[in-house]
């Protein structure tokens, strides 16, 4: 397999020139950050989030750069059904007729407990948003995908997804799923199909959720998502054909 180094790999301008993107948790944060960065490397994106508002604002601020139109849908994937998922790719197929990438970024930090103490409710949310949603977004959007001559999947992973920590709950566990949702996707795609699917995690990145999580930490340490768009950017072009079941670090 191809060996990536986030931080040396230099993306061509038009890397991602007519490929369409979707990607969630686009309101904000890494997800913003990423459909500004796919945009500006020629893709149409799709987005999603569950804030309206902002997610409007992003659509504004790429329109603004002079990158193609993105298309938005609002969704709340702590309420959202299997038919929603089903819906937003049957859109995308009417009005693209084909997706290229998916990047599954929508996540929620949930409570910093133990165990013991952890509201089911909560554990539950957290798991139906960082999990399921991917699970199923993913497969919905399967199909459409593999008709592509290349596409690739990115979800998000965690540190906390590979070595399991006190207090980190229902996110730890969601991310541990989703590591193994992408080893079990490679395995299925990978003798059937040319979709290639890896999973990233981002690291100690300048965003709400991180302060959420570390809210004594000094935010001026850490990398802001701007500064970690390489290794998305290699995983989601072409250049990375050949590179699929890998988790890797953005920084």
């Given at each position: 397999?191809?060996?990536?180094d986030?931080?040396?790999?230099?993306?061509?301008?038009?890397?991602?020139?007519?490929?369409?993107?979707?990607?969630?948790g686009?309101?904000?944060?890494?997800?913003?950050?990423?459909?500004?960065?796919?945009a500006?490397?020629?893709?149409?994106?799709?987005?999603?989030?569950?804030?309206?508002?902002?997610?409007?604002?992003?659509?504004?601020e790429?329109?603004?750069?002079?990158?193609?139109e993105?298309?938005?849908?609002?969704?709340?994937?702590?309420?959202?059904?299997?038919?929603?998922?089903?819906?937003?790719?049957?859109?995308?197929?009417?009005?693209?007729?084909?997706?290229?990438?998916?990047?599954?970024?929508?996540?929620?930090?949930?409570s910093?407990?133990s165990?013991?103490?952890?509201?089911y409710?909560?554990?539950?949310?957290?798991?139906?948003?960082?999990?399921?949603?991917?699970?199923?977004?993913?497969?919905?959007?399967?199909?459409?995908?593999?008709?592509?001559e290349?596409a690739?999947?990115?979800?998000?992973?965690?540190?906390?997804?590979?070595?399991?920590?006190?207090?980190?709950?229902?996110?730890?566990?969601?991310?541990?799923?989703?590591?193994?949702?992408?080893?079990?996707?490679?395995?299925?795609?990978?003798?059937?199909?040319?979709?290639?699917?890896n999973?990233?995690?981002?690291g100690?990145?300048k965003?709400?959720?991180?302060?959420?999580?570390?809210?004594a930490?000094?935010?001026?340490?850490l990398?802001?998502?701007?500064?970690?768009?390489?290794?998305?950017?290699?995983?989601m072009?072409?250049?990375?054909?050949?590179?699929?079941?890998?988790?890797?670090?953005?920084?």
């Amino acid at each position: 397999m191809k060996k990536l180094d986030p931080k040396n790999y230099s993306p061509k301008n038009n890397c991602l020139k007519n490929k369409i993107i979707l990607i969630t948790g686009a309101s904000n944060g890494i997800g913003k950050q990423a459909a500004i960065t796919f945009a500006s490397h020629g893709s149409e994106t799709i987005l999603i989030g569950k804030d309206q508002g902002k997610l409007e604002k992003t659509y504004h601020e790429i329109k603004e750069l002079g990158y193609l139109e993105p298309m938005i849908h609002v969704m709340d994937h702590a309420t959202s059904s299997e038919s929603d998922y089903i819906e937003i790719i049957s859109a995308i197929e009417l009005e693209f007729g084909k997706l290229d990438g998916l990047l599954c970024n929508a996540g929620i930090l949930g409570s910093k407990k133990s165990l013991s103490q952890y509201d089911y409710k909560t554990w539950k949310d957290v798991l139906k948003v960082n999990l399921d949603s991917t699970f199923l977004l993913t497969k919905s959007a399967l199909p459409i995908l593999k008709k592509q001559e290349n596409a690739s999947i990115i979800l998000t992973t965690s540190g906390v997804g590979r070595r399991g920590r006190a207090f980190w709950g229902a996110y730890s566990v969601s991310k541990f799923g989703v590591e193994s949702l992408t080893q079990i996707l490679h395995e299925e795609m990978e003798k059937i199909s040319k979709v290639r699917v890896n999973s990233i995690n981002p690291g100690a990145t300048k965003t709400d959720m991180r302060k959420e999580a570390y809210p004594a930490e000094d935010p001026n340490g850490l990398l802001p998502p701007s500064e970690i768009m390489n290794a998305y950017l290699y995983l989601m072009s072409d250049d990375s054909i050949g590179f699929s079941g890998n988790s890797i670090d953005a920084q």
